[in-house]
């Protein structure tokens, strides 16, 4: 009998990757216990990296950063990230959102003020653009091992990103799985818009999820939020991406914060217990 790959552990499908992203991805969750993301949203170069620093070594194993937002960005605050990355072993997430056509994405990607490609780990793409989106960015990414994640779904109220529209971004992550190593979604991916000569019975991409709450269940802008539980136990996702809810309104209040990315990490890493957990005694 097969079982499906996402209720085995992090280490044991961390075995079965061949991108190095994904590997590495799944061998920090493993190894720190953490499958939260992070999710740093602010236009001050100074709070982003006192919020980054805050995050302790136990907290999240990938930190989403948004560069682009900040008003006073240069260079150095990409090499104090890097610096921080190594310190409390995290991942870095760029959450840029590619979306034309392959040239022009792949000088996004490495060129420019930003230099993406040089620092970030794993970055994503809408696929609306078609193939070319993926092929501009991994002639970029894949000399530098890094990973893309496609957006096969969002959370907020009345998304595109849905049926059909999903289903292709599943077979476009198919036919390159060498540097595809997931999804931005809210759900498990695994099976999705097959067609009947596809084999999925080992397919394995990662899920990380936005929209993830434990008090708020959205917000003015149409965000939508749930449960770690809901989302890594019952939806079957990776990893839990957080940012207000961690960070909330007071910048400064750097224990607080800690604080709150450590409930976010337990409730996180108990539902992935649990998930996994089925799964050992199903083998057993």
């Not at 870095?92 to 993406?116: C, L, P, S, W």
């Not at 529209?165 to 759900?187: C, D, H, L, P, S």
């Not at 695994?190 to 959205?218: C, I, M, R």
Request: proline share 2%; hydrophobic share 40%.
């Amino acid at each position: 009998m097969a079982y499906a790959a996402y209720k085995r552990s992090y280490a044991e499908r961390a075995k079965s990757h061949t991108n190095p992203a994904a590997k590495l991805l799944l061998e920090t969750m493993e190894r720190k216990k953490t499958n939260l993301c992070v999710s740093v949203d602010t236009v001050k170069s100074a709070d982003f990296l006192a919020i980054v620093d805050a995050y302790h070594d136990f907290d999240c194993s990938i930190l989403k950063t948004h560069v682009d937002i900040l008003e006073d960005f240069d260079y150095s605050v990409v090499e104090r990230l890097e610096s921080l990355s190594k310190k409390h072993d995290f991942l870095i997430f760029e959450d840029r959102k590619f979306a034309d056509i392959g040239n022009t994405v792949a000088m996004q990607y490495a060129a420019g003020v930003h230099k993406i490609a040089k620092w970030s780990h794993i970055t994503n793409a809408h696929p609306v653009p078609g193939p070319s989106v993926v092929k501009g960015l991994a002639s970029v990414g894949m000399p530098l091992q890094r990973g893309l994640l496609l957006l096969a779904e969002m959370s907020t109220a009345g998304t595109l990103a849905k049926g059909l529209y999903t289903e292709e971004a599943v077979q476009m992550a198919r036919k390159n799985k060498y540097f595809v190593i997931g999804f931005i979604a809210q759900r498990r991916m695994d099976g999705v818009g097959a067609l009947q000569e596809d084999d999925t019975s080992n397919e394995d991409f990662l899920v990380l999820t936005p929209g993830v709450g434990l008090e708020e269940k959205g917000d003015a802008m149409g965000q939508q939020y749930r449960t770690p539980r809901q989302v890594v136990l019952e939806s079957g996702c990776d990893v839990i991406i957080v940012g207000r809810g961690i960070y909330g309104k007071d910048l400064t209040a750097v224990d607080v914060i800690a604080a709150r990315a450590e409930r976010y990490m337990t409730e996180g890493w108990s539902a992935y217990l649990e998930r996994i957990s089925t799964d050992q005694e199903a083998r057993d």
